[in-house]
């Protein structure tokens, strides 16, 4: 079975800077998803980013990138010019390539963005 | 983009009820979807995947009959909470496959916040 990890129970940034969110996971697959996920207060899950195992190419997404590197088991989220909006929740998730569309979800971060 | 729905947002049961929430894909259809049970601070639980026309398959550890799941549609699952106790009390979210190019894209629903007294 597969297992994610987000060894960082709480961040914080200041507004405007950047910061860096851990995840590491642990699985036998060599073909499979990894994505992160906001959870703000109002609590709907919205998808930040997503990577895919056999692309070597880190994901973008304006202000938010992924270092992926596979080898490692590693994927953490890089959210440069930090806003007040980006204070939430945020969950690193694992989908097997061919085990259907189920997640596996890390324990999550909580990101405090300080004006 | 898509759009996923639960029903209702709420709920506050007396204990020993039971509470049916709902979960609808609005503009695509879905054959999978899956519920999360979420606690306060914690991440989510994958409690079962619901099957269009075929019986859910339930997370070890989850009573089947204590959270009855019907997806009799292409685009409607229900989670059915029976004999709630008030340490049925979470945060319960939904998502829904939607199928296309490649494995599929995950929609979360709202979520649905249930109190038990």
């Known amino acids: 079975a597969q297992t994610v990890t987000q060894s960082q129970p709480e961040m914080s940034v200041q507004e405007a800077e950047t910061v860096t969110l851990s995840c590491t996971y642990d699985t036998s697959e060599s073909d499979y998803y990894l994505f992160w996920y906001k959870q703000p207060p109002s609590r709907q899950m919205i998808l930040v980013i997503r990577?895919?195992?056999?692309?070597?190419q880190n994901a973008t997404e304006n202000r938010f990138s992924v270092n992926f590197q596979k080898a490692a088991k590693s994927f953490s989220l890089k959210i440069s010019d930090s806003q007040l909006g980006d204070a939430a929740m945020y969950f690193c998730a694992y989908r097997s390539y061919n085990a259907g569309n189920m997640l596996t979800f890390g324990g999550g971060t909580r990101l405090m963005v300080k004006p | 983009g898509a759009v996923v729905s639960q029903h209702p947002s709420r709920v506050i049961c007396k204990s020993g009820t039971s509470v049916k929430i709902e979960c609808r894909s609005l503009d695509f259809q879905a054959t999978t979807m899956f519920w999360y049970r979420q606690f306060p601070k914690q991440s989510l639980m994958l409690m079962a995947t619901s099957n269009e026309g075929s019986k859910a398959t339930y997370e070890q550890g989850v009573e089947k009959d204590k959270f009855l799941i019907n997806h009799a549609s292409l685009t409607l699952s229900t989670l059915t909470v029976t004999s709630a106790h008030p340490e049925d009390s979470s945060f319960y979210i939904c998502?829904?496959?939607?199928?296309?190019?490649?494995?599929?894209?995950?929609?979360f629903g709202e979520g649905s916040r249930l109190t038990v007294l």
């Open positions: 990577q895919e195992a056999y692309k070597q």
């Open positions: 998502s829904a496959v939607r199928q296309g190019l490649g494995a599929g894209e995950l929609f």
